[in-house]
């Protein structure tokens, strides 16, 4: 059987905090693959280097030392410029805080990343109005981002992730503020818009009600990769996740 192509290549990611009177180690070595077709979810106890290592992974960061490919491309060796460009083509993000722009609507905020990738603005966000139909919120396109709750934000925030079909997405607890049958509506959506032949998916979580449509998990701890197992439906390991989440 082929082994799928590699969406991310890790090897070796270091990366540390100066907080002043002291370093943090985030990451100590960390390797780790991530194919196409595939949504790889990350998980262990908070501080344990999850949102460093998906932060550096999408572009946001940029580690002490190691490798760092996504499709091939190497996120060192791009300008800053060049790196702009390429996380604009190829990465969506959720962020965990959610980073709307509080004055603009939750259509306009979702078009955000088709203007930066030069849609015109009134087809953005008309696009952006027909996905916020898809995660519940059609009725709300208009609304500004203090008129919606926690959920209905992060639910803009997916939609922002997906609208400009990226390569890539990576997610920061999507459905933490979510009741679970929108959780699980929305982890399905994901699933089926991002995960295909020439996509992936991660997601870190704490969510043990979507551990199930994980097609493998990591399990962190302490800066490190502690073990990457395949996902079978309600099997021992999901139980062992729950346990350190």
């Not at 803009?156 to 607890?173: G, W």
């Not at 800066?223 to 346990?243: L, P, W, Y």
Request: aromatic share 4%.
């Amino acid at each position: 059987m082929t082994t799928p192509e590699l969406a991310v290549k890790c090897r070796q990611l270091v990366k540390t905090y100066d907080t002043g009177d002291q370093k943090i180690t985030a990451l100590q070595g960390i390797d780790l693959d991530i194919h196409m077709g595939e949504l790889m979810m990350l998980v262990g106890p908070s501080g344990c280097g999850k949102t460093t290592l998906i932060s550096i992974i999408a572009g946001i960061l940029d580690q002490d030392s190691g490798q760092c490919d996504v499709f091939g491309v190497d996120w060192l060796h791009l300008s800053s410029k060049d790196k702009l460009l390429f996380r604009a083509q190829n990465i969506g993000f959720v962020f965990q805080a959610y980073n709307l722009l509080p004055t603009l609507t939750a259509a306009e905020n979702v078009a955000v990343p088709l203007i930066i990738n030069g849609v015109k603005r009134q087809l953005a966000v008309r696009k952006a109005a027909e996905l916020l139909e898809k995660v519940g919120l059609g009725k709300r396109a208009e609304s500004l981002p203090s008129q919606l709750s926690g959920g209905q934000q992060q639910r803009v925030a997916i939609a922002r992730s997906l609208v400009h079909n990226p390569r890539l997405i990576v997610c920061d607890e999507p459905t933490s503020a979510l009741d679970h049958q929108t959780g699980i509506h929305v982890i399905e959506l994901l699933k089926s818009v991002a995960v295909t032949s020439d996509r992936a998916l991660i997601i870190v979580t704490h969510d043990a009600r979507i551990f199930d449509y994980a097609d493998r998990i990591a399990k962190m701890d302490d800066g490190h990769i502690d073990s990457v197992a395949v996902v079978t439906q309600h099997s021992q390991f999901n139980k062992e996740v729950e346990d350190v989440t």
